[in-house]
């Protein structure tokens, strides 16, 4: 069973920055795709941002432009960089990595940003 430990997340004020990382337990290299999702309060999870193993990216509206998400096979490791964060970013962050039909799934970092 792969785990996925999520960590970077913390408090952040408005227009500030965050690295949020997802490191696993084997190798990633046979994830053909890995995610980022996030729920804050009250709100079913949403996707955020991808990447396949090729490298290729996509991202959801609301982070398009401020976010970037990367992986590091060497490291086992995923990335989300976010920039001019904004209260509506508050939310624990979840890290999701898929393989041959089964999805695996962190226990999610909490961010949250506020003055």
């Known amino acids: 069973q792969v785990q996925l430990v999520e960590s970077g997340g913390g408090l952040v004020q408005p227009g500030g920055s965050l690295t949020l990382s997802c490191q696993a337990s084997?190798?990633?290299?046979?994830?053909?795709?890995m995610a980022w999702y996030r729920q804050s309060p009250g709100k079913r999870r949403e996707w955020a941002a991808s990447?396949?193993?090729?490298?290729?990216?996509s991202y959801a509206d609301p982070v398009t432009g401020r976010f970037i998400i990367s992986r590091d096979n060497t490291n086992n490791a995923l990335y989300l960089q976010m920039s001019r964060l904004g209260p509506e970013d508050t939310a624990v962050y979840y890290c999701?990595?898929?393989?041959?039909?089964?999805?695996?799934w962190g226990q999610g970092t909490q961010v949250t940003v506020s003055s």
């Open positions: 999701q990595a898929l393989r041959a039909g089964d999805a695996y």
């Open positions: 084997e190798s990633i290299s046979d994830f053909w795709m």
């Open positions: 990447i396949s193993s090729g490298g290729s990216t």
